[in-house]
């Protein structure tokens, strides 16, 4: 997203809004995810129920049991593919928080601005989502401070947590960082963890991809596709365009 | 240059990290990398490798930490006459034959193992399926019994079988570890017969599947290509890479 979105080709409203290495990334990560959230079921369902603290097996008191089938024959693949797009995952997310540091992309795009942090502009967001209308005109050219939040904290608390939980599962890394052990309370919390952070990622999943729907299907996908978004004209009554006070 | 470093390196300290080093492309994990995944899983054995590049040792835990819950999976009670017999009379007559690239060949009775330099070992063990338990396992390491046998310098992978028909391959860096053992005891009493007895193997900084029970022949080698399908363990023709540090 750019912050001055220069007019394009064919009509004044079409603006280039996602630049090229965004949308790249932006499906990379879509594809790993929906790779390790397929293969991470295929994995759990070896033992579909979650313990607390470092052990936990069948015949051991359980803290959570999934009502998911008991099946022993999807580890194999499933812990073949979860790797390949984990490794996938985290060397795209490197390459994006580079870029996007360096590049300005999260001062410019991801931090709310400071009149979206004004309760009233808050306020306004909150009855326009619970109303599924969305922003239009220039408001329509950033993203609403809903969504930054929503972005920052998949970002830097979500996908980082997935990263380490992760890791404290295996016993090749924690013998060189048993420190992992201590940050989730043993290797069973870890996996616990694991599956409870991944539920909330599935879950802003869907409702990212319903905001695509609410926000107009064929113009958001285009706009991540090709980079081109067509700026939904202002309508009479002035939702979201205070003008910033800055 | 590679084949001098390699020969002053082997010949001078002798050190596990360059013999694990060393080992690296030869390993199973990277020499053979004809699909994506065995792409990820080399990544993953490369980069748990320099993590450990300072040979850590795994978490070791107080007898009061030991699970009450340890599950046995596969192979409980080997289906195999000879077995059957030994186990009969108390593993007596039992022999564990050390053949390969070794100066002074030799079996190796229950009682040789015994009287050899001894560690006890409460750890975490780790099954691909999910669950975890504390156990404590007390044998002699494997880095003392191949001293006793003679190492030849060319020796890289130490091939160990098992008496249900399943075999595995380990490089130096993890055989020769301080706490990969072959293990006659668990929590203070005899190996049990569901657990791998007389004699398992423990490789801590794995996954449990590389922690072969009823061990039944060790052989030390230059390479892995010739055994099996050339993959370095039985179960990586299932479709488990032969790194198992995740």
Aim: charged fraction near 20%; charge should be positive; aromatic fraction near 10%.
């Amino acid at each position: 997203m750019s912050r001055a979105p220069r007019a394009e080709e064919p009509g004044p409203s079409l603006v280039h809004r996602h630049a090229a290495w965004v949308r790249l990334t932006h499906w990379l990560n879509a594809v790993a995810f929906l790779a390790l959230a397929v293969s991470g079921v295929a994995i759990l369902l070896a033992l579909p129920r979650l313990f607390w603290g470092e052990t936990g097996a069948n015949g051991a008191p359980a803290a959570l049991d999934l009502p998911l089938p008991v099946n022993l024959e999807q580890t194999g693949w499933g812990r073949n593919l979860h790797f390949l797009a984990a490794w996938v995952l985290v060397l795209n997310g490197i390459v994006y928080l580079i870029v996007a540091f360096v590049g300005g992309h999260f001062a410019r795009d991801l931090v709310p601005d400071r009149d979206q942090l004004a309760p009233r502009h808050l306020a306004r967001e909150i009855a326009d989502h619970a109303r599924l209308k969305p922003a239009r005109g220039r408001e329509a050219l950033r993203y609403n401070a809903l969504q930054k939040f929503a972005y920052l904290v998949v970002l830097f608390v979500l996908f980082p947590l997935m990263v380490l939980t992760g890791l404290t599962m295996s016993p090749g890394v924690t013998a060189a960082y048993p420190e992992l052990f201590a940050l989730f309370g043993g290797r069973q919390s870890a996996r616990t963890l694991h599956f409870l952070v991944a539920s909330l990622l599935v879950l802003f999943l869907v409702v990212h991809v319903a905001q695509v729907f609410v926000g107009g299907a064929g113009n958001l996908m285009r706009a991540m596709i090709t980079g081109r978004f067509r700026v939904p004209p202002e309508t009479t009554r002035k939702t979201l365009t205070e003008t910033p006070d800055a | 240059m590679r084949d001098l470093s390699r020969r002053r390196l082997l010949t001078g300290s002798g050190s596990l990290i360059g013999a694990g080093l060393l080992g690296g492309c030869e390993a199973p994990a990277l020499s053979r990398l004809a699909s994506p995944y065995d792409w990820s899983n080399g990544l993953t054995f490369a980069v748990q490798r320099w993590l450990q590049r300072h040979q850590p040792l795994v978490r070791e835990f107080g007898p009061e930490s030991i699970s009450a819950v340890f599950p046995t999976i596969n192979t409980t009670d080997p289906d195999d006459p000879d077995y059957r017999r030994s186990k009969a009379i108390g593993f007596s007559d039992w022999r564990l034959p050390v053949s390969g690239l070794v100066d002074r060949p030799g079996a190796f009775s229950l009682s040789d193992l015994k009287a050899m330099p001894t560690r006890t070992q409460i750890t975490l063990h780790s099954c691909e399926q999910g669950w975890s338990a504390i156990g404590g396992w007390t044998g002699v390491p494997l880095a003392h019994l191949l001293a006793q046998v003679g190492l030849k310098p060319a020796a890289r992978f130490i091939v160990v079988r098992s008496v249900d028909g399943w075999w595995d391959s380990y490089d130096l860096f993890d055989a020769l570890h301080p706490q990969t053992i072959l293990a006659y005891g668990m929590n203070g009493g005899d190996l049990p017969v569901a657990h791998g007895a007389p004699v398992r193997l423990r490789v801590e900084r794995q996954l449990g599947y590389k922690s072969l029970k009823y061990v039944s022949g060790i052989e030390a080698v230059e390479r892995v290509d010739g055994f099996g399908k050339g993959r370095g363990s039985m179960v990586a023709e299932l479709g488990f890479p032969w790194y198992a540090g995740i």
